[in-house]
């Protein structure tokens, strides 16, 4: 039998190589490679469209189709305005950190403009339910699908219309143009191809759930974070009530806007006044300071603490 052909590709850059190098030549990146199996020239994507030559630009029409706005307006903030059709949103953060609740919550109040379709390679339909009856968010316009293969799940795409597709997450799907194991950076790069090119074809807004590593970063290769329209990142502390929501990159959109949130036990709520938030609980203490910071559009009031100690030397050292 005969061995198969394995590659050895930067998560940072994508570069390949036939051994497993300690530092990419590309990017410079250190101990960045790792294993997957050659492409065996399986079957590509679909085109965008269907006209293969070229056209004067002058003669291309314009989309004005108006955003769809997820009526959570710091959200629409930080997309820049809404979705926009045809868009790829990838969602990284931590496991537990309430990414799905997130969506969940977006799902709720997109399914006023059509399907929605939750497809979810991680959770049953019973899991997911339970979760939606605590948020409340059980419009019939929400649809569950418990899939991790692409093909099967733009199959229901072609067949419900939804306005928005959600897939939940990115590491759990893959497609039959590669062989290697879901999660793996060449499913990864490929599922993300793939979904890239049917939303464009279909336009079809997108969000994609993606974990985060221990590093702080999307799993997966850096060219994940390439094909894809908008990424944001949803922060904070497991043990703390706050979240925020900030856009590394955005196509369509502004990437210094930040959403901040506050978990409940019925989800995430919008915070009106960060600000009076963040300096809700200042310290009276000597060594804290206001300090007006900018986010994006909004200014905000933020606690400044430096440690203080009285010195009985004549010269003290900070």
Not at 151 to 169: G, Q, T, Y
């Amino acid at each position: 039998m005969a061995k198969k052909a394995v590659v050895y590709s930067c998560t940072e850059c994508g570069s390949q190589s036939g051994k497993w190098l300690g530092r990419c030549p590309d990017c410079n990146a250190w101990n960045s490679y790792a294993q997957e199996d050659a492409p065996a020239g399986s079957a590509r994507p679909a085109a965008l469209s269907a006209t293969g030559a070229p056209m004067p630009i002058a003669q291309i029409g314009t989309d004005h189709s108006p955003r769809i706005s997820t009526n959570i307006e710091s959200l629409d903030r930080v997309l820049g305005g809404g979705l926009v059709l045809g868009g790829v949103t990838l969602v990284g953060g931590e496991p537990g950190i309430g990414k799905s609740t997130l969506l969940l919550q977006v799902a709720e109040q997109l399914a006023q403009h059509g399907t929605v379709l939750y497809v979810s390679g991680e959770e049953s339909p019973n899991q997911i339910a339970l979760r939606a009856r605590r948020l409340g968010t059980l419009s019939s316009n929400i649809h569950l699908f418990t899939e991790t293969s692409i093909e099967r799940i733009l199959a229901e795409v072609e067949k419900l219309h939804p306005a928005v597709l959600i897939v939940d997450s990115i590491q759990t799907v893959h497609t039959t143009m590669n062989d290697s194991m879901p999660g793996s950076i060449a499913q990864v790069r490929d599922s993300a191809g793939v979904l890239m090119t049917a939303a464009k074809r279909l336009s079809l807004p997108i969000f994609l759930i993606g974990h985060i590593t221990k590093e702080g970063t999307i799993a997966g290769p850096k060219t994940l974070e390439h094909i894809v329209d908008t990424v944001l990142y949803f922060e904070g502390e497991k043990f703390q009530n706050y979240r925020v929501v900030r856009a590394c990159k955005n196509r369509f959109g502004p990437v210094n806007e930040v959403a901040i949130f506050e978990m409940h036990d019925a989800g995430l709520e919008e915070v009106p006044n960060p600000s009076a938030a963040l300096i809700s609980q200042r310290s009276q203490s000597a060594g804290s300071a206001i300090l007006a910071a900018v986010e994006g559009t909004r200014p905000l009031l933020i606690e400044v603490q430096a440690e203080k100690s009285s010195s009985h030397s004549v010269r003290p050292r900070s």
